[in-house]
T-cell receptor, first 116, second 114 residues
Framework: SAVISQKPSRDICQRGTSLTIQCQVDSQVTMMFWYRQQPGQSLTLIATANQGSEATYESGFVIDKFPISRPNLTFSTLTVSNMSPEDSSIYLC?????????????FGSGTRLTVV | KQEVTQIPAALSVPEGENLVLNCSFT??????LQWFRQDPGKGLTSLLLIQSSQREQTSGRLNASLDKSSGRSTLYIAASQPGDSATYLC?????????????FGSGTRLLVRP
């Protein structure tokens, strides 16, 4: 399965600032996914990023708040913009591999964000 | 709308016990179900992937079963060890949705006491 490097692993940020999270994969993948895990909660998909096109955002998430770049098939960034304490979460990138039914997911190690 | 539920929310067992974690989903139209492990503050590690046509998957001391018609999966951990302490998440990829997103349960937090 793919190996994902995600950074930073953690950060403490001031409210009103922005943080960009990077995700590097060791193989070419068509789709990359960004998830958020709020404290004590499970994971929620933010958006799906395809190379060469705009990311597709899930309900409740908007591009102005979470702009995503996907410049090539092995790299993506997620920016958390104009942060508030409510953005304190673990952010994870993920890639999938396999056929339609056997499509399985690998996750990065996560970025633990605290907004003060 | 697909919903995934995990019971129990937390579990504490002595070392050596065999244990079962439960996952249920509301719509049986799934492509597959995947079990993950998450250590505190960390990312997810994939444990087992069960395709919709399969009944179970095994890896070492772990065995996951899938009963699609009843909307249930179980993760069986044999001879539990303190190193198994973590949160276990199940997730399904639903046929209802044309996207590739996973729908996650809220997890079972496992503590194995030495």
């Amino acid at each position: 399965s793919a190996v994902i490097s995600q950074k930073p692993s953690r950060d403490i940020c001031q409210r009103g600032t922005s943080l960009t999270i990077q995700c590097q994969v060791d193989s070419q993948v068509t789709m990359m996914f960004w998830y958020r895990q709020q404290p004590g909660q499970s994971l929620t998909l933010i958006a799906t990023a395809n190379q060469g096109s705009e990311a597709t955002y899930e309900s409740g998430f908007v591009i102005d708040k979470f702009p995503i770049s996907r410049p090539n098939l092995t790299f993506s960034t997620l920016t958390v913009s104009n942060m508030s304490p409510e953005d304190s979460s673990i952010y994870l990138c993920s890639v999938g591999q396999g056929g339609l039914i056997g499509y399985g997911y690998t996750f990065g190690s996560g970025t633990r964000l605290t907004v003060v | 709308k697909q919903e995934v539920t995990q019971i129990p929310a937390a579990l504490s067992v002595p070392e050596g016990e065999n244990l079962v974690l439960n996952c249920s989903f509301t719509d049986s139209a799934i492509y597959n179900l995947q079990w993950f492990r998450q250590d505190p503050g960390k990312g997810l590690t994939s444990l087992l992937l069960i395709q919709s046509s399969q009944r179970e998957q095994t890896s070492g001391r772990l065995n996951a079963s899938l009963d699609k018609s009843s909307g249930r999966s179980t993760l069986y951990i044999a001879a539990s060890q303190p190193g198994d302490s973590a949160t276990y998440l199940c997730a399904v990829r639903s046929r209802m949705d044309s996207s590739y997103k996973l729908i996650f349960g809220s997890g079972t937090r496992l503590l194995v006491r030495p």
